[in-house]
T-cell receptor
């Protein structure tokens, strides 16, 4: 049974810092891994999607890496800004035909001005 | 706008009532999902439909009944609402196959009083 864990659960940093959010999963048989952002009281916004054959994806100040064999992914945020404050969710899609996503508990990030 | 849209955004109702949440996607995806986000912000899949056929039913009480009139719509009907049903319900869609990322709706906050 796939389990996804995100560390840390919460993180507070001063503006301008580079930071790394961690995600680990127990079953390496995945199709892809997706990072989402959720603002308080809002829906989920997709940030980056990494296919199982890929090692990383980049979008602006965000870079996500994937090491499928070790069951790990990281989300790197460069030069953090107060607007980056949100909860970041990691989710993996298994190789079964259901296509369901298994989510981690999320990391709540606060970037202080 | 291409999106996953769900209505209503907020729903406050008394215990014992029956309510429905509607979801529509115009992304051309063939699979739609309902996820529940509990008070601890954990997201868990409830149902999945692929081309109008149920493919996932994750031990959800049978008071919850999804209906998919076509592959662009997936509605959720809940009978005899209970206090414990209070949560945020998210609709999502994706395409079959490894490359498909998920797109989520903005959520419906259900409060049962």
């Amino acid at each position: 049974k796939q389990e996804v864990t995100q560390i840390p659960a919460a993180l507070s940093v001063p503006e301008g810092e580079n930071l790394v959010l961690n995600c680990s999963f127990t079953d390496s048989a995945i199709y892809n891994l997706q990072w989402f952002r959720q603002d308080p009281g809002k829906g989920l916004t997709s940030l980056l999607l990494i296919q199982s054959s890929q090692r990383e994806q980049t979008s602006g100040r965000l870079n996500a890496s994937l090491d499928k064999s070790s069951g790990r992914s990281t989300l790197y945020i460069a030069a953090s800004q107060p607007g980056d404050s949100a909860t970041y969710l990691c989710a993996v899609r298994g190789t079964g035909n259901t296509g369901k996503l298994i989510f981690g508990q999320g990391t709540t990030l606060q970037v202080k001005p | 706008d291409t999106a996953v849209s769900q209505t209503p955004k907020y729903l406050v109702t008394q215990m014992g009532n029956d309510k429905s949440i509607k979801c529509e996607q115009n992304l051309g995806h063939d699979t739609m999902y309902w996820y529940k986000q509990d008070s601890k912000k954990f997201l868990k899949i409830m149902f999945s439909y692929n081309n109008k056929e149920l493919i996932i039913n994750e031990t959800v009480p049978n008071r919850f009944s999804p209906k998919s009139p076509d592959k662009a719509h997936l509605n959720l009907h809940i009978n005899s609402l209970e206090l414990g049903d209070s949560a945020v319900y998210f609709c999502a869609s994706s395409s079959t196959g490894a490359a498909g990322g998920y797109t989520f709706g903005s959520g419906t906050r259900l409060t049962v009083v």
